[in-house]
Nanobody, 125 residues
């Protein structure tokens, strides 16, 4: 089971750190992805990180502003979001994927074995 936390209301230019915690199993062998869906829009792959080699993917819209990381000892992954914009407003969900595809494919095609329920991020003044 994946559980996200850390969402909330923040002003434009602000920061949030989302967490994705796993219970009942280990994330060690899973790539982790963060996806978001805004009202009326398709789900978008925001960022993904490989299980072991450190490779990452970022959507063009968040490059230079968001950072994905993981702490396998804590069985948790993170998404640090800086310089937030109104267009970042969405429900953010984390996923875990143990297949052979690389992180680019994982994020592009929304590959996953497990989903979290999501956390709302609202960027507004």
């Amino acid at each position: 089971q994946l559980v996200e936390s850390g969402g909330g209301l923040v002003q434009p230019g602000g920061s949030l750190r989302l967490s994705c915690a796993a219970s009942g199993g280990t994330l060690d062998y899973y790539a982790i992805g963060w996806f978001r869906q805004a009202p009326g829009k398709e789900r978008e792959g925001v960022s993904c990180i490989h299980s072991s080699d450190g490779s990452t993917y970022y959507a063009d819209s968040v490059k230079g502003r968001f950072t994905i990381s993981r702490d396998n000892a804590k069985n948790t992954a993170y998404l640090q979001m800086n310089s937030l914009k109104a267009e970042d407003t969405a429900v953010y969900s984390c996923t875990a994927y143990r297949g052979r595809a690389n992180v680019n494919s994982m994020c592009t095609y929304i590959l996953r074995d497990y989903w979290g329920q999501g956390t709302q991020v609202t960027v507004s003044s």
